[in-house]
């Protein structure tokens, strides 16, 4: 498996295929070609949602003189697909294929995805609990121990990014940009005491609207594991820290630890919501979340490994189909209520410890499959679902 610096990224949302992936293709190209006009077919969920998920602009902003089309073609190789033809003085000089396969990373054609440096030798979780038990090491130390020595410097940044994002995103009011005209509901969360509800409830939802209102907006994040699902895992860490009172150094072994587990789901099956649907997204990013809860609440091994495995397993089957192809229905919402879900994950799991009967790694091998079954209207296209039926504000669909 790759380093989780490949996992945890910052950048611009809303989307990680969507945005920060073709910037990065772009990017590439940039550093590879001279050119002086570039032609971009998007493809699959790229050109279905590219729009809403303001793909086009950033592939203009990074090129500077580009055409973006958008081809209806499905059933390609990979649902992210991008074609770039390079000019030069009107002439072709080149032309490249590359992939967007979620959280930012990226994949040239004719690239193998294997041949990218690995940090830890280990396939999943079992592999990894196995050698944890064997030299008596935390998740977090297993994450320490293969990564490079200045990577809890990398981790500082990214959780100070997380806050920042936060603090942003808890000031802000108004309504976020698009056609949707969808409310910013963070601070207001956050500030309503008068409704009887678990301060839990309130506080964790504030905070991920917070991350995920500032996704919508094109703000910077980090991908935990992705754009789409940045609210989640910030939210529960932040809420650890203000209310609990963990200490920031110890949030990092949280990230440490959440992070293996989105790195599992990453290798084995899917973090892209065009691959497998939500469920690899906010299902992932709540398992992530219920295991940094579960190793900051002291749970061991196995507890955290029930704790992770029950988050993402009462994802499973979840479909993507933000409406008007906007990172904000059902994303932003759903992102808080994965929050609260994978505190519930957690407690639940130091209760039923004896109980457990499903591995982490079985429901992983589940949610790829379950994605593969999906039909691409639910796998960030926005033809099905929510995006299908919904007909406007205040109206039904009948
Ligand atoms: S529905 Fe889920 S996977 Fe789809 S864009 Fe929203 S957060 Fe991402």
New binding site residues.
């Given amino acids: 498996m790759e380093s989780l610096r490949e996992l945890y990224k910052i950048g611009r949302g809303p ?1 990680s295929s969507h945005t920060m992936g073709p910037e990065k293709i772009c990017q590439e190209i940039l550093k590879n070609y001279q050119g002086d006009f570039y032609e971009v077919t998007l493809y699959g969920s790229l050109s279905f949602t590219g729009l809403g998920h303001l793909t086009d602009k950033i592939i203009r902003e990074t090129l500077k003189n580009a055409n973006v089309l958008f081809s209806k073609e499905l059933n390609l190789e990979h649902p992210n697909t991008m074609d770039i033809a390079i000019y030069k003085d009107n002439q072709l000089i080149g032309s490249e294929r590359y992939y967007s396969i979620g959280g930012g990373s990226i994949l040239r054609k004719g690239d193998d995805l294997k041949e990218k440096p690995q940090v830890y030798p280990h396939k999943n979780f079992q592999e990894i609990k196995d050698y944890c038990q064997e030299n008596n090491l935390k998740l977090y130390e297993y994450v320490y121990q293969h990564e490079n020595p200045d990577f809890k410097d990398y981790l500082r940044k990214i959780w100070s990014q997380m806050k920042e994002t936060i603090n942003l995103g808890l000031h802000q009011e108004g309504y976020l940009p698009g056609l949707l005209e969808v409310k910013r509901k963070a601070k207001s969360l956050l500030n309503d005491q008068k409704n009887k509800v678990s301060i839990e409830l309130r506080l964790l939802s504030s905070f991920a609207y917070a991350t995920s209102e500032v996704n919508a907006s094109g703000g910077v994040v980090v991908t935990a594991p ?1 754009c ?2 940045s609210g989640v895992l910030p939210s529960l860490l932040y809420f650890l820290r203000d209310i609990r009172k963990y200490s920031d150094e110890r949030i990092l072994d949280g990230l440490a630890t959440a992070g293996i587990i989105g790195n599992i789901v990453k290798h084995n099956a899917s973090i892209s ?1 065009a691959e497998a ?2 469920q ?3 299902g992932t990013a709540c398992a992530m979340a219920a295991a940094a809860y579960s190793e900051l609440e002291n749970g061991n091994l196995e507890v955290i490994e029930y704790a992770a495995e029950i988050a993402l397993e009462h994802h499973l089957g979840l479909t ?3 409406i008007l192809g906007y ?1 904000q229905i ?2 932003i919402e ?1 992102n808080a209520v994965a929050a609260v879900r994978a505190m519930n994950a957690g407690e639940l799991a130091t209760l039923l410890i004896d109980t457990r009967l499903v591995s982490f790694d079985t429901v992983v091998d589940a949610m790829k499959e379950t994605g593969k079954d999906l039909l691409d209207s639910y796998r ?1 296209t926005s033809i099905g679902g929510l995006a299908k039926h919904y007909k406007g504000k205040n109206k039904t669909s009948k």
Avoid: I, K, W
Wanted: proline residues 11%; glycine residues 16%; negative net charge.
């Fill in positions: 989307s992705t789409g699902a919501g649907g939500c690899a997204e906010v993507c189909d933000p990172v059902p994303c759903r960030e």
